[in-house]
Protein backbone atom coordinates (compact mmCIF):
# COMPACT_ATOMS: atom_id res chain seq x y z
CA UNK A 1 0.00 0.00 0.00
CA UNK A 2 1.51 3.73 -0.60
CA UNK A 3 0.73 6.94 1.17
CA UNK A 4 -2.23 7.67 -0.83
CA UNK A 5 -4.23 4.60 0.54
CA UNK A 6 -4.45 3.11 -3.45
CA UNK A 7 -3.26 -1.13 -3.31
CA UNK A 8 -2.64 -2.92 -6.49
CA UNK A 9 -2.90 -7.00 -6.87
CA UNK A 10 -4.15 -9.57 -9.01
CA UNK A 11 -7.73 -10.65 -8.19
CA UNK A 12 -10.36 -12.85 -9.32
CA UNK A 13 -12.98 -10.96 -10.23
CA UNK A 14 -16.37 -11.30 -10.83
CA UNK A 15 -19.10 -9.33 -12.66
CA UNK A 16 -23.17 -9.92 -13.33
CA UNK A 17 -25.87 -8.08 -13.67
CA UNK A 18 -29.87 -9.24 -14.01
CA UNK A 19 -30.59 -9.77 -18.07
CA UNK A 20 -33.25 -7.35 -19.73
CA UNK A 21 -33.48 -5.05 -16.34
CA UNK A 22 -34.89 -2.14 -18.31
CA UNK A 23 -37.88 -4.04 -19.63
CA UNK A 24 -38.25 -6.10 -16.60
CA UNK A 25 -38.57 -2.41 -13.84
CA UNK A 26 -40.85 -0.74 -16.89
CA UNK A 27 -43.48 -3.58 -16.82
CA UNK A 28 -43.44 -4.82 -12.80
CA UNK A 29 -40.69 -2.54 -11.03
CA UNK A 30 -42.43 -3.22 -7.24
CA UNK A 31 -42.35 -6.83 -8.16
CA UNK A 32 -38.37 -6.45 -9.86
CA UNK A 33 -37.05 -4.80 -6.92
CA UNK A 34 -38.38 -7.44 -4.23
CA UNK A 35 -37.25 -10.44 -6.39
CA UNK A 36 -33.58 -8.57 -6.93
CA UNK A 37 -33.33 -7.87 -3.15
CA UNK A 38 -34.77 -11.71 -2.25
CA UNK A 39 -31.62 -12.94 -4.44
CA UNK A 40 -29.60 -10.73 -2.81
CA UNK A 41 -30.21 -12.06 0.59
CA UNK A 42 -31.55 -15.46 -0.53
CA UNK A 43 -28.64 -16.89 -2.55
CA UNK A 44 -25.80 -14.14 -3.75
CA UNK A 45 -24.61 -12.73 -0.20
CA UNK A 46 -24.89 -16.13 1.44
CA UNK A 47 -22.68 -17.82 -1.39
CA UNK A 48 -20.15 -15.33 -1.76
CA UNK A 49 -19.74 -15.18 2.07
CA UNK A 50 -19.55 -18.87 1.44
CA UNK A 51 -16.38 -18.50 -0.79
CA UNK A 52 -14.62 -16.12 0.80
CA UNK A 53 -15.55 -13.44 -1.73
CA UNK A 54 -16.67 -10.07 -0.89
CA UNK A 55 -18.67 -7.53 -2.44
CA UNK A 56 -17.06 -4.80 -4.10
CA UNK A 57 -20.49 -2.50 -5.02
CA UNK A 58 -23.84 -3.32 -6.56
CA UNK A 59 -24.22 -1.30 -9.62
CA UNK A 60 -28.61 -1.26 -9.67
CA UNK A 61 -29.40 -4.10 -11.69
CA UNK A 62 -26.37 -6.24 -10.87
CA UNK A 63 -22.90 -6.53 -8.58
CA UNK A 64 -19.23 -6.77 -8.55
CA UNK A 65 -17.28 -9.16 -6.18
CA UNK A 66 -13.85 -10.02 -5.27
CA UNK A 67 -12.06 -13.49 -4.85
CA UNK A 68 -8.59 -14.45 -3.84
CA UNK A 69 -8.60 -17.44 -6.63
CA UNK A 70 -10.65 -17.83 -9.64
CA UNK A 71 -11.61 -21.56 -8.22
CA UNK A 72 -13.49 -19.71 -5.53
CA UNK A 73 -15.17 -17.40 -7.95
CA UNK A 74 -15.96 -20.25 -10.53
CA UNK A 75 -17.49 -22.33 -7.89
CA UNK A 76 -19.57 -19.39 -6.32
CA UNK A 77 -20.85 -18.54 -9.78
CA UNK A 78 -21.87 -22.01 -10.36
CA UNK A 79 -23.56 -22.15 -7.00
CA UNK A 80 -25.78 -18.71 -7.32
CA UNK A 81 -26.81 -20.20 -10.78
CA UNK A 82 -28.17 -23.17 -9.73
CA UNK A 83 -29.58 -21.21 -6.22
CA UNK A 84 -31.46 -18.25 -8.85
CA UNK A 85 -33.02 -21.28 -10.67
CA UNK A 86 -36.05 -20.62 -8.96
CA UNK A 87 -35.86 -16.68 -9.15
CA UNK A 88 -37.75 -14.71 -11.85
CA UNK A 89 -34.67 -12.92 -12.55
CA UNK A 90 -32.00 -14.61 -15.12
CA UNK A 91 -28.56 -13.24 -14.01
CA UNK A 92 -25.18 -13.05 -16.52
CA UNK A 93 -22.06 -13.74 -14.89
CA UNK A 94 -18.41 -12.75 -16.16
CA UNK A 95 -15.30 -13.81 -14.41
CA UNK A 96 -12.20 -13.01 -14.96
CA UNK A 97 -8.23 -13.11 -13.42
CA UNK A 98 -6.61 -9.62 -13.90
CA UNK A 99 -4.52 -6.51 -11.45
CA UNK A 100 -6.48 -4.33 -10.01
CA UNK A 101 -6.45 -1.14 -8.56
CA UNK A 102 -8.25 -0.55 -5.13
CA UNK A 103 -8.41 2.67 -3.72
CA UNK A 104 -10.15 2.06 -0.75
CA UNK A 105 -14.10 2.11 -2.04
CA UNK A 106 -13.61 0.53 -5.24
CA UNK A 107 -11.62 -1.23 -7.72
CA UNK A 108 -10.66 -0.16 -11.17
CA UNK A 109 -8.53 -1.53 -13.88
CA UNK A 110 -8.73 -3.80 -16.76
CA UNK A 111 -8.82 -6.89 -14.75
CA UNK A 112 -12.55 -4.86 -13.72
CA UNK A 113 -13.18 -4.16 -17.62
CA UNK A 114 -12.56 -7.74 -18.85
CA UNK A 115 -14.73 -9.12 -16.29
CA UNK A 116 -17.59 -6.96 -16.88
CA UNK A 117 -17.53 -7.49 -20.92
CA UNK A 118 -17.06 -10.93 -20.28
CA UNK A 119 -20.09 -11.04 -18.45
CA UNK A 120 -21.83 -9.23 -20.98
CA UNK A 121 -20.95 -12.16 -23.74
CA UNK A 122 -22.43 -14.38 -20.70
CA UNK A 123 -26.26 -16.07 -21.50
CA UNK A 124 -29.33 -15.75 -19.17
CA UNK A 125 -28.48 -18.11 -16.26
CA UNK A 126 -25.04 -18.64 -18.05
CA UNK A 127 -21.10 -18.07 -16.57
CA UNK A 128 -18.53 -17.06 -18.76
CA UNK A 129 -14.60 -17.10 -18.24
CA UNK A 130 -11.34 -15.37 -19.91
CA UNK A 131 -8.80 -17.57 -20.87
CA UNK A 132 -7.06 -16.64 -18.35
CA UNK A 133 -9.43 -17.69 -15.64
CA UNK A 134 -10.16 -20.26 -17.51
CA UNK A 135 -6.34 -21.74 -17.23
CA UNK A 136 -6.30 -21.62 -13.70
CA UNK A 137 -9.83 -23.80 -13.58
CA UNK A 138 -9.38 -26.10 -16.26
CA UNK A 139 -8.00 -29.41 -14.47
CA UNK A 140 -9.49 -28.38 -10.91
CA UNK A 141 -13.51 -28.45 -11.17
CA UNK A 142 -15.52 -30.88 -12.16
CA UNK A 143 -16.92 -29.03 -15.05
CA UNK A 144 -17.49 -28.88 -18.57
CA UNK A 145 -16.05 -25.93 -20.58
CA UNK A 146 -16.60 -24.93 -24.11
CA UNK A 147 -14.45 -22.58 -25.93
CA UNK A 148 -16.63 -19.93 -27.96
CA UNK A 149 -13.60 -18.11 -29.56
CA UNK A 150 -11.78 -14.69 -29.33
CA UNK A 151 -14.11 -11.59 -28.93
CA UNK A 152 -13.38 -8.10 -29.82
CA UNK A 153 -14.51 -6.48 -26.17
CA UNK A 154 -14.75 -2.85 -25.58
CA UNK A 155 -11.86 -0.83 -24.38
CA UNK A 156 -9.84 -3.82 -24.73
CA UNK A 157 -7.15 -3.32 -27.54
CA UNK A 158 -6.05 -7.28 -27.86
CA UNK A 159 -8.88 -9.86 -28.49
CA UNK A 160 -9.95 -11.98 -25.64
CA UNK A 161 -10.71 -15.47 -25.80
CA UNK A 162 -13.96 -16.46 -23.77
CA UNK A 163 -15.45 -19.61 -22.31
CA UNK A 164 -18.45 -20.90 -21.18
CA UNK A 165 -19.35 -23.56 -18.10
CA UNK A 166 -21.37 -26.80 -18.84
CA UNK A 167 -22.02 -28.89 -16.09
CA UNK A 168 -20.85 -32.74 -15.56
CA UNK A 169 -24.74 -33.72 -16.34
CA UNK A 170 -25.03 -31.57 -19.62
CA UNK A 171 -25.41 -27.78 -20.21
CA UNK A 172 -25.51 -26.28 -17.12
CA UNK A 173 -26.61 -22.95 -18.80
CA UNK A 174 -30.36 -23.01 -19.60
CA UNK A 175 -31.31 -22.17 -22.59
CA UNK A 176 -34.68 -19.95 -21.90
CA UNK A 177 -36.73 -19.71 -24.53
CA UNK A 178 -36.60 -16.44 -26.25
CA UNK A 179 -39.12 -14.69 -28.13
CA UNK A 180 -37.96 -14.29 -32.03
CA UNK A 181 -37.19 -10.89 -32.95
CA UNK A 182 -39.59 -9.29 -35.44
CA UNK A 183 -37.32 -7.84 -37.48
CA UNK A 184 -38.42 -5.26 -40.55
CA UNK A 185 -38.43 -6.62 -44.21
CA UNK A 186 -34.95 -4.56 -44.74
CA UNK A 187 -31.44 -4.39 -43.09
CA UNK A 188 -32.16 -2.43 -39.82
CA UNK A 189 -29.57 -0.70 -37.49
CA UNK A 190 -29.49 1.51 -34.45
CA UNK A 191 -26.15 4.03 -33.67
CA UNK A 192 -26.02 4.47 -29.62
CA UNK A 193 -23.94 7.02 -28.60
CA UNK A 194 -20.55 7.35 -29.02
CA UNK A 195 -17.65 6.80 -25.91
CA UNK A 196 -16.04 10.52 -25.06
CA UNK A 197 -12.36 9.85 -25.23
CA UNK A 198 -11.41 13.18 -24.73
CA UNK A 199 -10.94 13.53 -20.67
CA UNK A 200 -12.84 16.67 -21.02
CA UNK A 201 -16.97 16.25 -20.04
CA UNK A 202 -17.23 19.37 -22.24
CA UNK A 203 -16.60 17.52 -25.71
CA UNK A 204 -19.65 15.46 -24.77
CA UNK A 205 -21.67 17.56 -27.09
CA UNK A 206 -19.12 17.27 -30.04
CA UNK A 207 -19.38 13.51 -29.88
CA UNK A 208 -23.10 13.29 -29.58
CA UNK A 209 -22.54 15.55 -32.73
CA UNK A 210 -20.91 13.09 -34.46
CA UNK A 211 -23.16 10.43 -33.88
CA UNK A 212 -26.30 12.33 -35.05
CA UNK A 213 -24.65 13.20 -38.00
CA UNK A 214 -24.12 9.57 -38.88
CA UNK A 215 -27.43 8.63 -37.89
CA UNK A 216 -29.00 11.43 -39.91
CA UNK A 217 -26.79 10.26 -42.91
CA UNK A 218 -27.97 6.29 -42.46
CA UNK A 219 -32.22 7.66 -42.11
CA UNK A 220 -31.40 8.96 -45.46
CA UNK A 221 -30.65 5.52 -47.02
CA UNK A 222 -34.07 4.03 -48.34
CA UNK A 223 -32.94 1.09 -47.91
CA UNK A 224 -32.30 1.11 -44.23
CA UNK A 225 -34.20 0.81 -41.33
CA UNK A 226 -32.86 2.99 -38.68
CA UNK A 227 -33.83 3.60 -35.26
CA UNK A 228 -34.88 6.89 -34.12
CA UNK A 229 -32.35 9.11 -32.14
CA UNK A 230 -34.98 9.29 -28.96
CA UNK A 231 -34.67 5.82 -28.53
CA UNK A 232 -30.96 4.75 -29.27
CA UNK A 233 -29.64 7.49 -26.88
CA UNK A 234 -31.88 6.14 -24.05
CA UNK A 235 -28.72 4.37 -23.94
CA UNK A 236 -26.30 6.60 -22.80
CA UNK A 237 -23.77 6.05 -20.17
CA UNK A 238 -24.73 2.35 -20.28
CA UNK A 239 -22.83 -0.59 -21.18
CA UNK A 240 -26.20 -2.34 -22.15
CA UNK A 241 -25.79 -6.13 -23.63
CA UNK A 242 -26.50 -5.71 -27.17
CA UNK A 243 -28.69 -8.46 -27.56
CA UNK A 244 -31.03 -7.08 -25.29
CA UNK A 245 -30.17 -3.63 -27.14
CA UNK A 246 -31.93 -5.92 -30.33
CA UNK A 247 -34.97 -6.97 -28.98
CA UNK A 248 -36.09 -3.89 -27.20
CA UNK A 249 -35.01 -1.76 -30.48
CA UNK A 250 -36.13 -3.92 -33.00
CA UNK A 251 -33.10 -4.34 -35.08
CA UNK A 252 -30.41 -6.34 -36.35
CA UNK A 253 -27.48 -4.35 -36.04
CA UNK A 254 -25.95 -1.98 -33.43
CA UNK A 255 -23.17 0.49 -34.55
CA UNK A 256 -21.14 1.78 -31.40
CA UNK A 257 -18.11 3.72 -30.95
CA UNK A 258 -15.82 6.16 -29.26
CA UNK A 259 -14.58 10.13 -30.22
CA UNK A 260 -11.47 11.67 -28.98
CA UNK A 261 -10.58 15.14 -29.79
CA UNK A 262 -7.16 16.91 -28.84
CA UNK A 263 -7.03 20.29 -30.30
CA UNK A 264 -7.82 19.35 -34.26
CA UNK A 265 -7.10 16.20 -34.12
CA UNK A 266 -10.23 13.61 -33.96
CA UNK A 267 -10.05 9.86 -33.65
CA UNK A 268 -13.19 7.93 -33.96
CA UNK A 269 -13.37 4.22 -33.57
CA UNK A 270 -16.90 2.13 -34.49
CA UNK A 271 -17.79 -1.31 -34.72
CA UNK A 272 -21.00 -2.78 -36.34
CA UNK A 273 -22.37 -5.42 -34.24
CA UNK A 274 -24.90 -8.26 -35.33
CA UNK A 275 -27.26 -8.63 -32.40
CA UNK A 276 -28.64 -11.87 -33.11
CA UNK A 277 -25.40 -13.54 -31.85
CA UNK A 278 -23.63 -10.04 -30.43
CA UNK A 279 -20.62 -10.85 -32.78
CA UNK A 280 -18.66 -8.05 -34.19
CA UNK A 281 -19.32 -7.67 -38.66
CA UNK A 282 -16.98 -5.34 -38.94
CA UNK A 283 -14.79 -2.76 -36.57
CA UNK A 284 -12.47 0.41 -37.55
CA UNK A 285 -10.74 3.74 -36.72
CA UNK A 286 -10.00 6.66 -38.58
CA UNK A 287 -7.63 9.59 -37.60
CA UNK A 288 -8.08 13.05 -39.25
CA UNK A 289 -8.33 16.51 -38.44
CA UNK A 290 -11.44 18.73 -37.48
CA UNK A 291 -11.10 20.07 -40.34
CA UNK A 292 -11.95 16.37 -42.26
CA UNK A 293 -14.75 15.52 -40.06
CA UNK A 294 -17.39 15.27 -43.00
CA UNK A 295 -15.19 13.29 -44.46
CA UNK A 296 -14.78 10.82 -41.60
CA UNK A 297 -18.47 10.85 -41.05
CA UNK A 298 -18.92 10.03 -44.71
CA UNK A 299 -16.24 7.12 -44.11
CA UNK A 300 -17.66 5.45 -41.62
CA UNK A 301 -21.43 5.39 -42.84
CA UNK A 302 -20.44 4.31 -46.16
CA UNK A 303 -18.50 1.40 -44.64
CA UNK A 304 -21.66 0.15 -42.94
CA UNK A 305 -23.94 0.57 -46.04
CA UNK A 306 -21.10 -1.31 -47.58
CA UNK A 307 -20.90 -4.44 -44.79
CA UNK A 308 -24.80 -4.48 -44.85
CA UNK A 309 -24.65 -5.11 -48.41
CA UNK A 310 -27.10 -1.98 -49.49
CA UNK A 311 -26.77 -1.07 -53.05
CA UNK A 312 -27.38 2.47 -53.59
CA UNK A 313 -28.32 3.97 -57.11
CA UNK A 314 -25.99 7.10 -58.22
CA UNK A 315 -28.55 9.50 -57.99
CA UNK A 316 -29.03 8.45 -53.85
CA UNK A 317 -25.40 8.30 -53.82
CA UNK A 318 -25.28 12.43 -54.93
CA UNK A 319 -28.01 12.86 -52.45
CA UNK A 320 -26.54 10.86 -49.46
CA UNK A 321 -23.15 11.84 -49.58
CA UNK A 322 -23.17 15.42 -51.48
CA UNK A 323 -20.27 17.57 -51.26
CA UNK A 324 -19.90 19.65 -47.52
CA UNK A 325 -18.26 22.68 -46.42
CA UNK A 326 -17.84 24.77 -44.05
CA UNK A 327 -15.14 25.65 -41.38
CA UNK A 328 -14.44 23.31 -38.30
CA UNK A 329 -15.51 26.32 -35.60
CA UNK A 330 -18.76 26.66 -37.57
CA UNK A 331 -19.76 23.06 -36.81
CA UNK A 332 -19.09 23.11 -33.26
CA UNK A 333 -20.61 26.20 -32.89
CA UNK A 334 -23.62 24.14 -34.65
CA UNK A 335 -23.47 20.56 -32.49
CA UNK A 336 -23.21 22.61 -29.35
CA UNK A 337 -26.37 24.69 -30.17
CA UNK A 338 -27.95 21.43 -30.97
CA UNK A 339 -26.59 19.52 -27.68
CA UNK A 340 -28.32 22.81 -25.52
CA UNK A 341 -31.37 22.80 -27.37
CA UNK A 342 -31.84 18.94 -27.36
CA UNK A 343 -31.45 19.25 -23.24
CA UNK A 344 -33.48 22.53 -22.91
CA UNK A 345 -35.97 20.53 -24.62
CA UNK A 346 -35.73 17.02 -22.75
CA UNK A 347 -39.37 17.94 -21.38
CA UNK A 348 -40.99 17.75 -24.82
CA UNK A 349 -42.54 14.39 -25.74
CA UNK A 350 -41.25 14.94 -29.36
CA UNK A 351 -38.70 17.64 -30.65
CA UNK A 352 -36.76 17.87 -34.33
CA UNK A 353 -33.13 19.40 -34.98
CA UNK A 354 -31.95 19.83 -38.43
CA UNK A 355 -29.22 22.00 -39.78
CA UNK A 356 -26.97 22.55 -42.32
CA UNK A 357 -23.63 23.34 -42.14
Known amino acids: MNDSGVTKRLSAILAADIAGYTRLMESDSDGTVAAWKAARTETIDPSIAKHS ?37 KFRMGINLGDII ?28 SGGAYEQVRNRLDCRFEDTGEHEVKHVTAPVRVYRILST ?21 AVLPFDNMSGDPEQEYFVDGIVEDILTTLSKIPALFVTARNSSFKYKGQSPDLRDVGRDLGVKYVVEGSVRKAGNSVRVTAQLIDTLDGKHVWADKYDGELDDIFELQDRITREIVIRLEVNLTEGEQVSIWRERSGSPLVYETFVKARDHYIRFSRGCSEFRVTGIV
Not at 60 to 88: N, P, R, Y
Open 169 to 189: QGEFVTNLPVEELQLPDKPSI
Open 53 to 89: GRIVKHTGDGFLAEFETVQAAVECAVAMQDGLKSSSL
Open 102 to 129: DDGEDIHGEGVNIAARIEALAEEGGVSL
